[in-house]
Nanobody
């Protein structure tokens, strides 16, 4: 089992920035990818960014590319999502996820099998 705990959400005005953190613990030996997903009210959960843990190669959804940056610490015990130039449409519950499946360059939530509880991000115009 892998445990994930998100933090860092909050309320900001459009154009502002936030940094989300995800603490990773447990049996991480078979964690191949880490990802950030989000779910707005009435919408499906969608992938935002992912990283291949071993190679540190990251990928992004087109809606956030150039604005969001996913990083991981050298000990592989935390991942971060730096969000800049936030827009009202970025408002959602943001989830950290881990995958022990075929996840390379994927933002398909079905490949991610461990999830955190989520942290709320609200962007006002």
């Amino acid at each position: 089992q892998v445990q994930l705990v998100e933090s860092g959400g909050g309320s900001v005005q459009a154009g502002g920035s936030l940094r989300l953190s995800c603490a990773v613990s447990g049996d991480t030996g078979r964690t191949y990818c880490m990802g950030w997903f989000r779910q707005a009210p009435g919408k499906e959960r969608e992938g935002v960014a992912g990283v291949h843990v071993a190679s540190n190669i990251s990928w992004y959804d087109a809606s956030v590319k150039g604005r969001f940056t996913l990083t991981q610490d050298s000990a592989k015990t935390a991942v971060y999502l730096q969000m800049t130039d936030l827009k009202p449409e970025d408002t959602a519950l943001y989830y950290c996820a881990a995958s022990s499946d075929a996840c390379y360059k994927s933002l398909d939530r079905s490949f991610y099998n461990f999830w955190g509880q989520g942290t709320q991000v609200t962007v006002s115009s």
